[in-house]
């Protein structure tokens, strides 16, 4: 998927991307990171991470422009940002089980650090959804929570990662690589060439 990006262009129930790791394993730690535009107000998903046990296993969800929330095992943190009307985003996550630390990043700056599950595992046997929201494992969807927009260059790993290593290797991640991304697209979802870096 280098270099491309994916579209939703409309509202819909139907239309979403299921992502297929490399590897399956549960989650001590993780960083999540990737691209987005919109140009929506309301309620959406960006990723969506369900087991059959916790719908909301790893969520990221933003309430409406500039809030972000990020759901470990249903808990969830919430994260202001300053909006970025008509730009594209970066965003970046991560979370460690050790110390229930998670940090959100947006476009490079730290949006904060906040608790969230100490001593949890994410469970590994996931359906992992681009462009909907679970509310139950694989489906559940809601039209007034799609994404009607662009996502790229999202990777996900298995450790924690710095700022500079976030940076560095954006697209790279051991569980999902943006440059070997393994998937399958469900509805009206269409593949062009990323507009943004």
Not at 38 to 62: G, K
Not at 133 to 144: I, N, V
Request: hydrophobic letters at 40%; aromatic letters at 14%.
């Amino acid at each position: 998927m280098g270099g491309k990006a994916f579209i939703f262009p409309q509202d819909s129930n139907t239309a979403y991307v299921s992502l297929i790791p490399v590897v399956k394993k549960t989650l001590q730690n993780f960083t999540l990171c990737l691209k987005a535009f919109t140009d929506l107000t309301r309620s959406y998903s960006l990723f969506s991470y369900s087991t059959r046990s916790q719908a909301n296993e790893l969520l990221l969800f933003v309430n409406k422009r500039g809030e972000y929330s990020l759901y470990i095992g249903n808990s969830v943190a919430t994260f202001k940002a300053p909006e970025s009307l008509y730009a594209p985003v970066h965003i970046c996550t991560s979370w460690e089980s050790s110390s229930g630390i998670a940090e959100f990043w947006v476009d490079g700056k730290l949006m904060g650090r906040k608790g969230l599950r100490k001593g949890y595992n994410i469970g590994s046997e996931a359906k992992i959804i681009l462009g909907q929201e679970q509310d139950s494992f694989g489906g559940g969807f809601d039209t007034q929570q799609s994404l009607v927009g662009e996502l790229w260059d999202v990777s996900l790993w298995d450790h924690v990662l710095s700022l500079k290593e976030m940076c560095k290797t954006c697209y790279s991640g051991n569980l999902l690589n943006w440059q070997a991304l393994h998937y399958e697209d469900h509805g009206y979802v269409v593949i062009k060439p990323k507009m943004w870096v």
